[in-house]
């Protein structure tokens, strides 16, 4: 009994958890209105990591970022929100002076079939529940409507895990979208829904894993979906490539995102604007696709330069990720702009040299060791 009273007094002692208090309202300052990031905010617990990533992204001289919504955490049970975790997202975000686009995403247990749970994921949607989630997404973009006009509607359905582990289909995920599109578009007049990005992968037709982003992109116009989004969203990566690499059908590259722009010229949505809301290298010394940081950092400046120089279609060029939550001890971990305890990496200070105009360090790196002589 004793060990515990000195248990619960030692807790009572700890200090409360930091507070975040708002300043005064501030402004991104850039040269680039391009640069983006993407954050992962709504996974934080405590109020002063929103607050400090949001900072931080408004010192990189990112005036936008996407930030994941998910259905399953809003509206875990029907008609019942919860909108807490996204309000605060969203007035700290307001305070640094930076737009949100938003995610949806995740699929509550309720609007899933109950028959099949066990054997479903947070990434299944029947059809039976489109007009649930287009009510769910018309809820959002009428709560927000003053201070987000951009909303993406899934994440990468090209892929089946992100279809919950069904047969990707272009021609239902097209049905989404004009389930979704009038829904939002009553609740918000000013909004652009966003057509999901799409993964970038070489995935043949009749493979398990997915399908190839060109042909999805393609079947998706097929499938009549042109009329219910306005714009698309686009993850355009650069694994082991460096950001002129020109684009190839068979390459996986940062220009490969001119490619997908060549398929909406193809089929008359040129007047449609594009949001590249993924982009970037990965700095792990233990990944294939990893490269050194010093490549990095000036490739993502020059990826930059090539958005602003090159793209007038594009509106934004996302980085991924400021920051994770916590770490995964793996190569995902190496995507990140921040450590978990909010130390900049060499890529962070190249990105917020460009956008301040300052000077941006050339690459640099050692050469290989030579062969020890026999």
């Known amino acids: 009994m004793a060990i515990i009273l000195a248990a619960a007094c030692l807790n009572a002692l700890r200090p409360a958890p930091a507070r975040a208090s708002f300043g005064p309202p501030q402004q991104v300052i850039t040269t680039d209105p391009q640069t983006c990031v993407h954050t992962r905010l709504t996974d934080e617990v405590e109020e002063w990591k929103v607050q400090r990533s949001l900072q931080e992204a408004r010192e990189l001289g990112a005036p936008t970022i996407v930030e994941f919504f998910p259905w399953a955490y809003i509206e875990s049970a029907e008609d019942r929100y919860d909108w807490a975790a996204a309000d605060r997202i969203v007035r700290h975000a307001e305070n640094q002076g930076i737009r949100i686009i938003a ?4 699929v509550p247990d309720w609007a899933r079939d109950s ?3 066990e054997t479903s994921t947070l990434n299944t949607l029947p059809e039976e529940s489109y007009a649930d989630f287009a009510a769910f997404v018309a809820d959002f973009a009428a709560r927000y409507a003053a201070v987000i006009d951009q909303i993406i ?8 895990f992100e279809w919950g582990f069904s047969e990707v289909d272009p021609a239902g995920y097209a049905r989404l979208l004009e389930a979704v599109y009038q829904a939002a578009h009553a609740a918000n007049p000013n909004v652009e829904i966003l057509a999901a990005p799409l993964a970038p992968t070489l995935e043949p037709e009749g493979s398990p894993a997915g399908l190839n982003d060109l042909l999805y992109l393609q079947a998706l116009y097929d499938a009549g979906a042109a009329p219910y989004f306005d714009a698309l969203a686009v993850h355009t990566y650069g694994f082991t490539s460096p950001p002129d690499d020109p684009p190839a ?35 792990s010394p233990r990944w294939a696709y990893g490269v050194l940081p010093s490549q990095r950092a000036s490739w993502t400046v020059r990826a930059l330069q090539i958005a602003a120089e090159d793209w007038p279609w594009a509106e934004t060029l996302c980085l991924w990720v400021l920051r994770y939550p916590a770490p995964s001890y793996s190569y995902p971990d190496d995507f990140a702009l921040l450590t978990t305890g909010f130390q900049r990496k060499p890529v962070f200070d190249a990105v917020r040299a460009y956008t301040q105009g300052e000077a941006v360090p050339e690459e640099r790196w050692l050469p290989p060791p030579a062969a020890p002589s026999s």
Do not use: C, S
């Not at 995610?103 to 995740?106: A, D, E, P, S, Y």
């Not at 509607?153 to 089946?160: K, S």
């Not at 220009?255 to 809301?277: F, H, Q, S, W």
């Open 153 to 160: 509607i899934w994440n990468e359905p090209n892929l089946a």
């Open 249 to 283: 059908p068979d390459k996986l590259n940062f220009r490969r995102a001119e490619l997908l722009r060549e398929i909406m010229i193809e089929n008359g949505d040129a007047g449609k604007p594009v949001y590249v809301t993924e982009t970037g290298w990965n700095d």
């Open 103 to 106: 995610r949806m995403g995740l």
């Open 115 to 117: 028959d099949r749970l």
